[in-house]
């Protein structure tokens, strides 16, 4: 049986990697066609991009929602074939009440190739959905029956990927990758 892919090097955990924070922030970035980025790859790394269509015609929606809702996973699948991918899935949690907000909502739970960077507590961006794209495989808008009941509205997104989420980082750090993702917002152009 010949490999395809010869592991050549350690995976020896660094101390502040043993050290990170879990969880996601309470934002993330969505681009509604993994086909409008042009990625650029350093080590397997996206250190840049840029979106496709004339300027202000394809950008990212930012999504506000609370920290300690939010998730992001990568997962390994096996296929009956004994062929390996790569199941993303993100949950995120939004509270819109307002007309305008409720049909931003509806329009992302209809996308069918979405890429997601999602900002980590650990001060890292994992991306989502850069192979295929994903899509809203599920979205509930609760009423709650409590006052403190939880009402945020959950969309989350899945597809299956030939790869894990990768890392964004550009060249200044994560401060500068953030910046980077904000000046390519709808609310920014």
């Not at 879990?22 to 969505?30: A, E, N």
Request: proline letters at 4%; glycine letters at 8%.
């Amino acid at each position: 049986m010949a490999l395809c892919d010869l592991i050549t090097t350690d995976l020896i955990s660094p101390c502040i990697a043993l050290q990170a924070a879990g969880g996601v922030q309470d934002f993330c970035y969505v681009l509604e066609n993994v086909e409008d980025l042009v990625p650029t790859y350093t080590a397997n790394v996206l250190t840049g991009f840029t979106l496709a269509g004339s300027p202000g015609t394809v950008l990212l929606t930012k999504l506000t929602g609370k920290r300690l809702q939010n998730s992001g996973n990568g997962t390994l699948v096996v296929s009956d074939d004994r062929r390996k991918f790569f199941p993303h899935e993100v949950k995120f949690g939004v509270y819109a009440n307002a007309g305008a907000d409720l049909l931003v909502l509806e329009k992302l739970a209809k996308v069918q190739k979405c890429v997601i960077f999602l900002p980590l507590n650990d001060k890292t961006i994992r991306v989502y959905g850069l192979d295929y794209g994903m899509q809203a495989t599920a979205l509930e808008t609760p009423t709650g029956v409590k006052i403190e009941d939880n009402i945020a509205k959950m969309i989350t997104f899945t597809d299956v990927q030939d790869s894990l989420p990768k890392q964004f980082l550009i060249s200044g750090g994560y401060a500068t990758s953030i910046a980077e993702l904000e000046a390519n917002t709808w609310s920014n152009f």
